[in-house]
């Protein structure tokens, strides 16, 4: 009994000692740790200082480095722009070249001096464009023809050569703000004087409208229209729709069309094409119903009104 009371207040004595020893030692290690903690907490935001800063030295100099390659590209564009500038020249020279030992380069002017020069220098500029785009600085109220030569060239273009010797002008002192006929080849050429020098009548000289004449017929429209069209004299009436030779004209604009005689249209249409040839004109058409005893209709192309002769309508006076 007495060495088990010993025994028990020996172990309370030790515990005495022990457990505030244990409370002591937990306390420093949690110290510890947190001390560690924040030592790496503070390292790990060092870093992520660190960090940053390098992505950002190293993005500025990216950016750097990207912008001088953009101006080497820009410099390289520029370079490569003057190269085939340089070439096309060349390559022209040496054309001309061959075509002076043909004894043909007064065919094509160079340095235009007359008025003449002038004229033929442009009608040989504007045929000879390489694209249809190129022809833009050669006409007339290009920004609205635009659209226009798009849908003609839809099918294609190609550049064409014309010599001098096939060029005929026959109006060397055009006064300002009128047009004048410039036969080229196979082509009649409208061209205008204007205060920027002369410009070409692109759909004077192609013949295009805005309302083509084709879906015109198509459509059989009774709205009038006004077009450019060649038109000559015919033969062809319609005697049993009312279209006879004692009231009528006929002329042929791509069909058979009819004015009245008695008209104004009709007199002014007439005093062009009595002589049997085909002239360019622009004419008001419409398309009107006529019909036959028994009652069938049929719609025929009536002349209602003439604007003018030639397909120009830049002429200032």
Known sequence: MKGTVKHFLLLLLALWFVLPLSAQSLKKKNEMRDSLINALTETVSQMQAKLAEDESTFRSEIETMQHEIDD??????????????????????????????????????????????????????????????????????????????????????????????????????????????????????????????????????????????????AEKSTVTRQFRVTARLGSEFASDYGLTTAKYYNVRIGESAFVLKNSEAGRQLYEVVKDGYAHDVILQVRYEKKSIKSGYTRMFPIIVGFVKEGWSLEDGQ
Request: glycine share 4%; net charge negative; aromatic share 10%.
């Open 72 to 217: 080497m590209r820009i410099q390289q564009e520029k370079h490569e722009k003057i190269i085939g500038q340089l070439q096309s020249k060349i390559h022209t020279l040496e054309k001309d070249l061959e075509a002076l030992k043909k004894g043909e380069l007064d065919e094509y002017i160079v340095k235009p001096v007359t008025t003449e020069d002038t004229i033929v220098y442009l009608v040989q500029q504007y045929y000879n464009a390489k694209r249809w785009t190129d022809q833009l600085q050669y006409v007339l109220d290009s920004a609205r023809v635009e659209p226009l030569m798009r849908r003609y060239y839809s099918g294609g273009y190609s550049p064409e050569k014309i010599k001098k010797s096939m060029i005929s002008v026959d109006d060397e002192e055009v006064q300002m703000g009128r047009v004048t006929r410039v036969d080229a080849d196979m082509y009649t050429v409208y061209m205008k004087r204007t205060e920027e020098g002369f410009k070409i009548d692109w759909q004077a000289t192609t013949g295009t409208d805005e309302y083509s004449f084709e879906a015109f017929r």
